[in-house]
């Protein structure tokens, strides 16, 4: 076995060492949280499916392991690439969202689900899709300077909308844009995040059931005790998870974001159309003033001002 893994080794064997190298872990988001999490999984020897739809830009260098050279590429190639200049496990990069569209393909054959997403209504169909697959997920989040962050395991306990049993209305909830995020409050709640899932992957000591919450600005940490409720979607036998339509659209910390069902679209073409900058995966141009990301499933990002504006640019660029 590689040296790589000596002091891990020395620590709890080689037997649950072999364990992490069979292990097939999705984090799901590759951004402040994800990108430590990825790291702290690849660098124990955890195989990863990385999941992320954006492209890193220059204010993720503040609370990511990104860099300069990184500016513009896919965040879940660039993590990608890091990880595989030094680690011994295999990472797949897969450039996209995590919707009700293609869900199944992206945990097929998943030990653990690490969510280190930035929105409630992913959290909301992870936790279905969990429910569904039987697969556990240790749930992160950070705004300001507090993180929060507990393990979900199906059948054992509550679940994530236990938690919170109301989905919030769009624009309701301060996101990491509109009222900034501590860099080191990313870094805790993601080296959090990492053990849980080494523990749950190894067996090593106890997974927390409670809920993490950490303000690092008070230096107050608080474990609170989750309860199940009886009307939620964890009580009940069989979970379904609607097809969400022909088109999904998200806000999202950049704007909004348009998630078709299929599409065809020629990113070369549009390209030289808007005088874009083509990535082979995806291109970034203007439209009207407004930064747009157009990816080769279809899938667009643009910083509209709300959900009609995204659309009518949608429409006008790939047609709907």
Not at 142 to 160: A, H, L, M, N, Q
Not at 172 to 196: K, M, P, R
Not at 235 to 263: M, W
Not at 269 to 277: A, L, R
Request: hydrophobic share 35%.
């Amino acid at each position: 076995m590689s040296e790589i893994y000596d002091r891990q080794i020395t620590l709890f064997g080689e037997e649950k060492q072999e364990k992490l190298g069979d292990s097939l872990v999705l984090v799901l988001g590759c951004g402040a949280l994800g990108s430590q999490v990825a790291n702290n999984l690849a660098r124990a020897g955890v195989n990863l499916r990385i999941v992320d739809r954006d492209v890193v830009e220059e204010s993720n260098l503040h609370r990511t392991l990104f860099s300069q050279e990184d500016l513009g590429e896919a965040k879940a190639e660039a993590m990608k690439r890091i990880l595989e200049r030094s680690c011994e496990a295999a990472v797949e990069a897969v450039v996209d969202d995590f919707n009700t569209f293609n869900w199944k393909g992206l945990v097929d054959d998943v030990d653990l689900i690490v969510d280190c997403s930035d929105n409630m209504r992913t959290r909301y169909l992870l936790n279905k899709v969990s429910l569904k697959e039987e697969i556990p997920w240790v749930h992160g989040s950070v705004i300001k300077y507090e993180g929060r962050s507990t393990t979900f395991v199906p059948g054992d306990g509550p679940c994530f909308r236990c938690l919170y049993p109301e989905e919030p209305s769009p624009g309701s909830l301060d996101t990491c844009h509109s009222a900034g995020v501590f860099n080191s409050a990313t870094s805790f709640i993601a080296s959090y995040q990492a053990s849980e899932a080494l523990k749950y992957l190894t067996g090593i000591g106890e997974i927390n059931r409670k809920l993490l919450v950490a303000d690092l600005r008070k230096n107050d940490l608080r474990f609170l005790e989750l309860s199940k409720r009886e009307d939620c979607v964890c009580s009940k036998e069989e979970v379904e998870i609607e097809g969400g339509g022909s088109t999904l659209v998200q806000e999202t910390c950049e704007g909004y974001q348009i998630t078709p069902k299929s599409a065809s679209v020629d990113l070369r073409e549009i390209s030289e159309n808007y005088n874009g900058d083509y990535k082979e995966v995806f291109v970034t141009f203007n439209f009207s003033g407004k930064k747009v990301i157009l990816f080769d499933n279809g899938r667009m990002q643009v910083d509209a001002k709300d959900k009609k504006e995204a659309l009518s640019i949608y429409s006008k660029i790939v047609g709907l």
